[in-house]
């Protein structure tokens, strides 16, 4: 599975942007697979943003985004996307969409693919 993040790049404080993040893949993503947006702001470590089971649609947050941020699904289009509301300026980072094909979970290392990121620069 080949991953295509997009949507990232400069907004103000307050704003909004929508990520998207495409799965391409001559097979098919499997219900049990969790799909994940995960993010590193610079001179940090990698943090987990939200996920969904590629299934039944459930979703996870991060306490840092809930409320303003929303994570779906188009199965049709193999495609997840990451609704980011009320953006501030500690939401700067390079977000990154993973696959983990074992279930959830909220540790980067648990996902096995990776897409390339996008970064999100939230001004004050």
């Known amino acids: 599975v080949q991953l295509q993040a997009s949507g990232g790049g400069l907004v103000q404080a307050g704003g909004s942007l929508r990520l998207s993040c495409l799965a391409s893949?001559?097979?098919?993503?499997?219900?049990?697979?969790?799909m994940g947006w995960l993010r590193q702001a610079p001179g940090k470590e990698r943090e987990f943003v939200a996920a969904i089971r590629w299934g039944v649609g459930n979703t996870y947050y991060a306490d840092s985004v809930k409320g303003r941020f929303s994570i779906s699904r188009d199965t049709a289009k193999n495609t997840v996307y990451l609704q980011m509301n009320s953006l501030k300026p500690e939401d700067t980072a390079v977000y990154y969409c993973?696959?983990?094909?074992?279930?959830?979970?909220?540790?980067?290392?648990?996902?096995?693919?990776w897409g390339q990121g996008t970064l999100v620069t939230v001004s004050s």
């Open positions: 893949t001559s097979g098919r993503i499997f219900s049990s697979w969790t």
């Open positions: 993973a696959i983990n094909r074992h279930g959830l979970s909220f540790s980067g290392d648990d996902y096995d693919e």
